[in-house]
């Protein structure tokens, strides 16, 4: 029989029909699960009990706060972070893929350098400084990508199979339909997400809308990535999916918030009926963004198996 690695990859074969919708869903983990052997455990217990199609190995090392980023011009002085500075994310990924890359995909999550800044200054000031001199802030976005490329090559070394790249900054809360987004945002994110695409075979655009929704996918449409993930106020298979999708499959389709995180077996079957029923053919099924760290895992399972079963 093939295997969930296989039949992912089916996915991406557009001659090829998988033998049934595949599924996965991502949560956070708590603390006790960010570090070492404990984070190993968690994510393979995870894959294990939900039995989902791909494992999405948590990225959870943010960049420090720097307090010393007073002004825009103050980016300049960002340092550019080793490899050291990922050693726990790397050892984790390594064991994760030497437990069960036979079986399925293992992809890394990666956020965005835009993502990476807020966490260096706070969402408010990065905002602020990139309004005020965009040139300035530049400078330290290209010492984030510096940085981060360093970390998506020792990923790729290691065998990963791709990466689930996410884009933030796009959205209505952010600079949406903005020349910032194009000067300051766009650029960096390309610029690894195309190192991602030249050495793997499945990667994850998500196009997050974890802080605001979209006015518009276009400035998307020339993003690498080999399966989309889209907002969830975009119904699979709508206009607007498939044109920044352009042939490639699709990703998403339940609310994270929704009956996935709360609701009985019931609701959370009828609502993967009703997501399916309005699927493209090449669809995975999946959340709009990480579920609530919460979340039943039987939960998960249940719409898992929902998608397993509908063909």
């Not at 294990?48 to 720097?66: A, I, N, S």
């Not at 050291?84 to 437990?99: G, H, P, S, W």
Request: glycine share 8%.
């Amino acid at each position: 029989m093939t295997n969930r690695r296989e039949m992912v990859l089916d996915l991406l074969r557009p001659e090829r029909r998988t033998r049934h919708v595949p599924a996965a869903f991502f949560i956070h983990f708590d603390e006790r699960y960010r570090q070492g052997q404990a984070a190993v455990d968690r994510h393979l217990a995870f894959f294990e009990h939900t039995g989902m199609d791909v494992v999405k190995v948590q990225y959870e090392d943010r960049f420090p706060l720097r307090p010393e980023i007073q002004r825009p011009a103050d980016w300049a002085r960002l340092p550019v972070y080793g490899l050291d500075f990922y050693d726990n994310q790397l050892r984790i990924l390594e064991q994760v893929l030497a437990a069960t890359r036979d079986d399925a995909l293992v992809i890394q999550t990666m956020y965005s350098p835009f993502m990476q800044a807020c966490t260096t200054v706070g969402r408010d000031v990065l905002k602020a400084h990139i309004s005020a001199e965009p040139e300035a802030v530049c400078e330290g976005m290209a010492r984030i990508t510096e940085s981060m490329l360093a970390y998506v090559r020792a990923c790729i070394e290691l065998g990963v199979d791709g990466f689930y790249a996410s884009s933030q900054g796009g959205d209505t809360s952010m600079f949406a339909g903005s020349p910032r987004f194009e000067q300051c945002i766009k650029p960096y994110d390309l610029e690894l997400m195309r190192e991602m695409d030249g050495a793997c075979r499945f990667n994850v655009l998500h196009i997050c809308d974890y802080w605001g929704g979209y006015r518009d996918l276009a400035p998307f449409r020339d993003y690498p990535g080999h399966v989309v993930s889209t907002p969830h106020h975009l119904e699979p298979g709508s206009t607007g999916v498939e044109d920044i999708a352009a042939g490639r499959p699709t990703m998403g389709g339940m609310d994270r918030h929704g009956v996935i995180a709360t609701g009985s077996r019931d609701a959370i079957e009828a609502e993967v009926a009703r997501v399916l029923a309005r699927a493209p053919e090449r669809f995975f099924l999946g959340a709009d963004c990480t579920l609530p760290g919460d979340v039943s895992w039987d939960n998960i399972r249940i719409a898992v198996d929902a998608a397993h079963q509908a063909r």
